[in-house]
């Protein structure tokens, strides 16, 4: 069992950053793949990025390729998501997930634990 709880949500301008965290806990940490997902007033939960076990490998979608960055700290039991010049676009439910597989994947059916989630606003 892992309990995700994610922070760092908040209202933010065109251009601005935001860094997200979640915070995980239990010993297991490192034994999964962590994703990040956002889900839009409106619309569908999509896929924002994912880290392996390690860190050593991420994937992401192609919106926020070049501008979101995630990372984590084994150590702290944390993942995180820098987000870089945000767009209202990028105004969002922000959800980490955990998977129990190595794989990279945006697929959500892969991730077997996820936080409540934190809303990010980006303001035009």
């Known amino acids: 069992q892992v309990q995700l709880v994610e922070s760092g949500g908040g209202l933010v301008q065109t251009g601005g950053s935001l860094r997200l965290s979640c915070a995980a806990s239990?010993?297991?940490?490192?034994?999964?793949?962590m994703g990040w997902f956002r889900q839009a007033p409106g619309k569908e939960r999509e896929f924002v990025a994912v880290i392996n076990r390690s860190g050593g490998n991420t994937y992401y979608t192609g919106s926020v390729k070049g501008r979101f960055t995630i990372s984590r700290d084994n150590a702290k039991n944390t993942v995180y998501l820098q987000m870089n010049s945000l767009k209202p676009e990028d105004t969002a439910v922000y959800y980490c997930a955990a998977a129990e597989s190595d794989v990279l994947t945006g697929s959500s059916v892969w991730y077997k634990y996820w936080g409540q989630g934190t809303l990010v606003t980006v303001s035009s």
């Open positions: 239990g010993r297991t940490f490192s034994s999964y793949s």
